[in-house]
């Protein structure tokens, strides 16, 4: 049986840190078992916490009156859900539903983001290793929007 | 409104030739198909004698009393909603010309009968008002009595029995008419006695009791009304908590509850047909097989249609859940925002009529006691 | 409630499923209006749509329709020719602030098919220009044929707008922005002072622009957006247009953002 701070150490995203950083972590973490069709998060609200996924999938969904939900991307085993909590202005752009049962990692994104503030090389450690996901993550955005299966785009 | 008046029994058929004379058409209660409907009556013989109903979730039965009462049941699954706001009306016919524009068009007269209402219980005098105001907005609704004029005679009957799904009592709207009726009755029924204890509400109303045969009413008579309300009042089959509702089904838009409904509401709009107060409409087009005709109909419409919310791309209220929560939503809340009133008057039908019994005072309860005890959320 | 005769006098094609018609009423009665108003609009039998007015509110004599074709009573619409006649209701709804907006800077943005609702706005904006601080105009599409009225935007440049336009994906030929409407916005330096926002297009995109509006520091209390529901009878009595306790046919089209928010929160309401 792994313990929290071992999760997180393996993770791509948490992987290298120092093991006192890994245990303030750690120290802001549980263990959360979701069912199936959870909202974790909704479009504007406060965003407070987040999520490293340990098994299960969840949904990045974009609600538009009158279709289903969109969802335009889903997020697996060891990707980090959610970085609103420690950019501002601190609120959810994004509706996040889990999809299938899940077991999650939880993280109290405020109190993390206080620790950011006072501990700069908890801070830089943490910033350059989101910017690496979501540079990542933006990168495989724009080729989605490019539509490669569908309209490409003509000259006038 | 003191009782002054008593009407026996056999004189009731005078009331019939009262309001004949005056012009009125008579519509009240009368068995069709085994339900109590409205239509319209000429003498007391056409009443439902010695009818009473059994109401419960989803079931609605007659069953024959141990007297020869006129009144005595609770209502069925018709509302006067249909002489307010009939269910489908022509509005217009015009013939289209070679360019495509409407020519010739013949809008449909206005005109109805003058309609006398017999029978209209407390919870339906309430709903006549809710949707006198949504359909003719709240001035028309504080009108003198003056005014009101061509508004339909009415003549009360005070509930004698409440119904099992009855729940006037929680919304405030029953089971005794205060106000609303030209003339209110409540029916006396005993081993030796049978007649109606009479309230006059409107001169219009004193009128026309002028012209039926009734003595004054005594203290007794007085208190045998009284008896026969309180009784009733202590019957009601359901209660409904309305404690701050509004504010308390705004609250919960994400309740679970709302997904539990819906694994049992068929979205047959059962509720919204019989509820004296849904008033929702839709208009239709509808031309011959040349075009050079068109017709403009107007007819009920029920929120519960996946069509309802129809914007471009598809319905805003696509999910059961989301077309049970907009009903139940709006009667009992937005109603109070748009209206300044409740739309749900506590008369029980859309429990009774729907085919899977489901209950809005259940539902709200179940809402309501999970804020008090958050596990029960889940239930 | 019975329709009036207007006839088609002017239709041209915009884009590949849009269409504007210009007309104008058997009665010979102008069509006043106010901007971000509405009309039920219809070919005789093949059913009522609304159809916000898209034409210029100090040139009543014509009533303007930009019309996209996307089922049947919009196709209908759309194929009327010359000489034939088309049904109005109307017209119906909450105007857009232009005059409340005066002495403001004035943001307005659009995308697609939300700049005809715009467009009345942003010619009485010009047309009472003095009234006003800076006018900006952020408009949206989804690729450089599906823009609208793009033949007046030199002019409505030169008159005093500021007109950015993006699009979300182009060719080489495109030498305008690429990107959505939420970019501009960040490089648009916006004064803290007042402005005022009017948007109409996707609700998604309405959403998303009114957060990144906040954000720059415009406060809500100034910003409108112009919402979309079934409406019906125009007139709030058929019931189809309501969401949360408002009718948007009534209180609406155009609302506020602080009194429309709360309810746009609630997903299938």
């Not at chain 1, 289903?68 to 909590?85: F, K, M």
Request: aromatic letters at 8%.
């Amino acid at each position: 049986m792994r313990t929290i701070d071992e999760l997180i150490a393996d993770s791509p995203t948490f992987a290298g840190l120092e093991p006192a950083q890994l245990e303030f972590i750690a120290g802001c973490a549980r263990n959360e078992h979701v069912p199936a069709g959870t909202m974790l998060m909704r479009e504007r609200e406060p965003a407070e916490r987040f999520w490293l996924i340990r098994r299960g999938v969840v949904a990045l969904e974009l609600y538009v009156p009158g279709r289903e939900p969109l969802v335009i991307e889903t997020l697996e085993a060891g990707d980090v859900v959610g970085w609103s909590w420690l950019f501002a202005p601190y609120r959810w752009a994004l509706d996040g539903r889990t999809h299938g049962d899940c077991h999650l990692i939880a993280f109290d994104g405020v109190c993390l983001r206080g620790k950011c503030e006072s501990d700069h090389d908890l801070g830089y450690a943490l910033m350059s290793r989101f910017a690496a996901d979501i540079i990542e993550r933006l990168q495989a955005t724009r080729l989605q929007l490019a539509d490669v299966h569908g309209n490409v785009p003509t000259t006038a | 409104m003191t009782p002054s008046k008593v009407i026996e029994r056999e004189h009731l058929d005078e009331l019939f030739g009262a309001l004949a004379r005056r012009g009125y058409t008579v519509v009240g209660p009368t068995i069709r198909e085994r339900a109590i409907v409205y239509d319209e009556i000429s003498s007391t013989a056409d009443l439902p004698i010695g009818w009473t109903d059994e109401q419960d979730g989803g079931y609605y039965r007659l069953v024959r009393r141990d007297d020869d009462a006129l009144f005595g049941y609770a209502v069925g699954p018709q509302s006067w909603k249909q002489y307010q706001l009939p269910a489908e009306v022509k509005l217009w016919q015009a013939r289209v010309d070679e360019r495509g524009a409407l020519v010739n068009v013949v809008e449909s007269p206005h005109e109805t009968p003058r309609y006398a209402f017999l029978g209209a219980r407390s919870c339906e005098l309430h709903a006549i008002g809710i949707l006198d105001r949504v359909l003719h907005g709240a001035r028309h609704a504080d009108r003198a009595e003056s005014d009101r004029a061509d508004d339909p005679f009415i003549v009360a009957v005070q509930c004698g029995v409440a119904g099992g799904t009855c729940f006037c009592v929680s919304m405030n709207t029953g089971p005794v008419a205060d106000r609303g009726f030209d003339l209110a009755l409540t029916e006396i029924v005993g081993d030796t006695a049978h007649h109606f204890v009479v309230e006059l509400g409107s001169e219009r109303g004193a009128e026309v009791l002028d012209d039926v045969r009734h003595r004054d009413a005594a203290d007794d008579d007085r208190d045998a009304a009284s008896s026969v309300h309180d009784r009733t009042a202590a019957q009601m089959g359901r209660e409904l908590d309305t404690t701050d509702i509004r504010d308390l089904l705004y609250r919960n838009f994400q309740h679970p509850r709302w997904d539990e409904v819906a694994g049992r509401c068929l979205t047959c709009g059962n509720c919204t047909m019989v509820c004296p107060t849904c008033f929702c409409t839709t208009v239709e087009d509808v031309t011959d097989l040349q075009g050079e005709h068109v017709e403009r109909h107007q007819r009920w419409d029920s929120c519960f249609t996946v069509d309802y919310s129809h914007i471009h791309g598809g319905s805003v209220r696509n999910s059961t859940r989301s077309r049970y929560r907009q009903w139940m939503t709006h009667k009992l809340a937005t109603w109070w925002d748009q209206f300044d009133s409740s739309g749900c008057v506590g008369c029980g039908r859309c429990i009774t009529w729907c085919p899977v019994g489901i209950d809005i005072t259940e539902e709200a309860r179940a809402i309501r006691e999970s804020e008090r005890s958050p596990s029960d959320a889940h239930h | 409630m019975v329709p009036a005769s207007f006839e088609v006098v002017e239709k041209r094609q915009d884009t590949a499923d849009v269409w504007t018609l210009e007309l104008m009423a058997d009665s010979g009665e102008p069509f006043e209006f106010e901007p971000g108003q509405f009309t039920m609009l219809a070919a005789a039998g093949a059913g009522e749509v609304p159809i916000s007015i898209s034409g210029d509110p100090d040139k009543p004599e014509r009533l303007v329709h930009t019309v996209r074709a996307v089922g049947l009573a919009t196709e209908a619409i759309c194929a009327a020719e010359h000489g034939q006649v088309l049904s109005v209701r109307g017209p119906f709804g909450r105007p857009w602030p232009v005059h409340e907006a005066e002495g403001a800077d004035v943001l307005i943005a659009a995308g697609g098919i939300g700049l005809p609702p715009l467009r009345p706005a942003i010619l009485r904006l010009l047309a009472q220009r003095e009234r006003y601080g800076r006018l900006l105009l952020l408009y949206s599409g989804r690729s450089p044929d599906e823009l609208l009225f793009t033949d007046e935007f030199e002019d409505w440049s030169r008159r005093g707008f500021e007109v950015q336009v993006t699009v979300d994906a182009a060719g080489e030929d495109w030498d305008g922005h690429v990107g959505v409407v939420t970019r501009l916005v960040r490089h648009t330096k916006l004064e803290a002072g007042r402005v005022i926002a009017m948007s109409c297009g996707p609700e998604l995109m309405m959403r998303f622009l009114v957060a990144a509006l906040i954000e720059q520091g415009v406060s809500s209390d100034g910003v409108y957006i112009s919402m979309e529901r079934n409406m019906q009878c125009g007139i709030g009595r058929c019931g189809h247009c309501q969401l949360g306790p408002t009718l948007v046919c009534r209180d609406g089209p155009v609302y506020p953002w602080p009194e429309i928010n709360p309810w746009l929160a609630i997903r299938e309401l």
